[in-house]
RNA sequence: GGCCCGUUGGAGAAGCGGCUUAACUCACCAGCCUUUCACGCUGGCAUCCAGGGGUUCGAAUCCCCUACGGGUCACCA
């Protein structure tokens, strides 16, 4: 059988955006599925918004995610160069071949005649369009626009009511109308082709078997199979993904939220969470599983199970795939991706062997309330200070019961008397508290938690204790009995 | 405005004419576990598949219309 090529073509005008991350992904998945090839190509024909810096963060993004390529930019290959602004010979042949059999005409007509027509095609109620003014122009005519300066872009003559069906391998059979299409730029004035006829003699000439794209590339495709067809080049399957929707169902924008890929990275998100998110957003797995590795999707994906209809980005399901990510690494891999958060929320200082240590305690304790690492600045907020705010009356009067002063400091005393603040010494102390005391467990931890943290709950008592150390618990309690008025005797 | 695509619970979705009293996951609610919280576990959560017609012995599944959402019609990709 053919090995299988498919190509993941972004524009470098931007950071990689998650929709884009997502078609990448599943072109991935599918080359790695059947052994094929995954080629990254730059569509950089837009002079003027693409960057350096942009193709950049597009590689440096799917190398975070994983997704790694065959054949293209940085790695080379047969078909190269991989940069649409490279390849203008082979486009020029193409188009000398279009010029010369019909396909394609030189077109003299300006920006703003186009617009003007387009619009009066809108008022009618009809299909805004280039209605094909220079289709026939004599050589005399040519040379009159020339000598007015104007420079020409070449159009595409798109045949007369044709139907362009189109087997889509997720959408089934689409069919279009090409006099709903109107003659297209295939070069622009300044030389440089279009992308919908770019697109075409690169997929065709990398020999692509399978285009897998956005939606929004769908009202693209006759045309391209439209210029596959004049020049006789062997059509790609296609699939169409459908697009990424935002929480109120309208295109995924910065309005709802980071659209970014780095953004995600920066916020704190795990690559293979994000991955797996991604995989859910247009795909359904089978059974009922939904925690995925990249091998296991390279395993599980089908373009069958590729749904229609748009996918609603849903910033809850991300936090918990990626809570999930967070609780189940590791501690040592966690540690060293938690590190830069926890210097940022001003935690370690630097890396000496002692806060690293705390650092192993700090991250092991608050795993389970992170849904991204971001969120560590917020939640150490609990180890720092040494005063105590209570949450609310409820916790405040658990520290005005009758027994509390006793249990307080007996705690106290006995942290003072402890050599080293570990979870283990901790609990020991609390486990005499509760047998000298004869008191019950709530009313032993309870006052304590609250008196430490001004809250009724939190990370176990003996992991909270040992991170916050003895000097910060005493300064708290104290802090905490002059709030509620009882006498200490520590 | 024309054309194209879509519409199953709050979200992601399964479903492909009878096996559906519509899987599963997130969220939410209740209970259990736990010193508390979180994690985890157990259970609950659509009398119905945008609405209306039709085809059929039988429809979420096929057809038509309407509504809504989205895409596209660029010298952007």
């Known amino acids: 059988m053919e090995k299988i090529r498919v190509r993941f073509a972004p524009s470098p005008t931007g950071p990689l955006h998650i929709g884009g991350a997502r078609s990448a992904l599943f072109n991935y998945l599918f080359a790695k599925q059947h052994d094929g090839d995954l080629i990254l190509r730059m569509e950089d024909t837009d002079l003027e918004r693409s960057s350096k810096e942009s193709e950049e963060n597009i590689k440096d993004s799917l190398k975070w995610l994983g997704i790694t390529w065959d054949e293209g930019i940085d790695v080379g290959g047969p078909h190269g160069p991989y940069r649409q602004t490279e390849r203008l010979d082979i486009y020029q042949k193409a188009i000398d071949r279009l010029l010369q059999d019909g396909h394609a005409y030189y077109c003299y007509c300006s920006e703003e005649e186009c617009e003007a027509e387009r619009q009066a095609l809108m008022a009618k109620g009809e299909t805004p369009r280039y209605l094909g003014k220079c289709r026939q122009l004599t050589e005399e005519e040519k040379k009159q626009y020339e000598e007015e300066g104007r420079k020409p872009v070449i159009r595409f003559r798109v045949p007369e009511n044709q139907m362009v069906k189109i087997d889509d391998l997720v959408r089934g059979e689409v069919t279009f109308e090409t006099k709903e299409m109107g003659d297209f730029i295939i070069v ?111 395993e599980k994906f089908s373009l069958e199970r590729v749904s229609k209809s748009p996918a609603v980005f849903d910033m809850e399901k991300l936090k918990w795939i990626n809570g999930h990510y967070i609780r189940n690494m590791p501690l040592e891999h966690l540690k060293e991706m938690a590190v830069p958060y926890l210097k940022e929320a001003g935690f370690l200082k630097e890396n000496s062997i002692e806060e690293d240590s705390l650092a192993d305690l700090v991250i092991d304790t608050l795993k389970n309330y992170l849904s991204c690492l971001g969120d560590i600045k917020e939640k150490i907020g609990l180890f720092k200070g040494t005063t105590v705010t209570f949450e609310n009356d409820k916790a405040k009067n658990t520290l005005n019961q009758e027994h509390v002063p006793m249990v307080v400091n007996l705690f106290a005393q006995k942290i003072l008397a402890s050599e080293e603040i570990k979870p283990e010494s901790v609990k020991a102390v609390l486990k005499n508290i509760r047998k000298e005391t004869k008191l019950g467990g709530g009313q032993v931890f309870m006052p304590i938690r609250v008196a430490l943290t001004g809250q009724m709950h939190g990370p176990d008592l003996d992991k909270l204790a040992a991170i916050l150390g003895k000097d910060v618990i005493i300064a708290r309690l104290k802090n905490s009995a002059e709030k509620i008025g009882f006498a200490i005797d520590f």
């Open 188 to 298: 622009k004035s300044d030389g440089i082709p279009t992308y919908n006829f770019a697109v075409v003699i690169d997929d065709a000439e990398m020999g692509i078997t399978h285009v897998l794209r956005g939606e929004e590339h769908l009202s693209n495709t006759p045309r391209q199979i439209l210029v596959y067809d004049a020049l006789g080049l062997r059509k790609p399957k296609f699939a169409h993904i459908s697009l990424i929707l935002g929480k109120d169902r309208s295109k995924m924008s910065k309005r709802h939220g980071s659209t970014s890929v780095v953004a995600y990275k920066n916020q704190g998100y795990l690559p293979e969470a994000l991955v797996n998110f991604l995989a859910l957003l247009g795909w359904a797995p089978q059974g009922e599983e939904e925690i995925f590795s990249l091998e296991e999707l390279i």
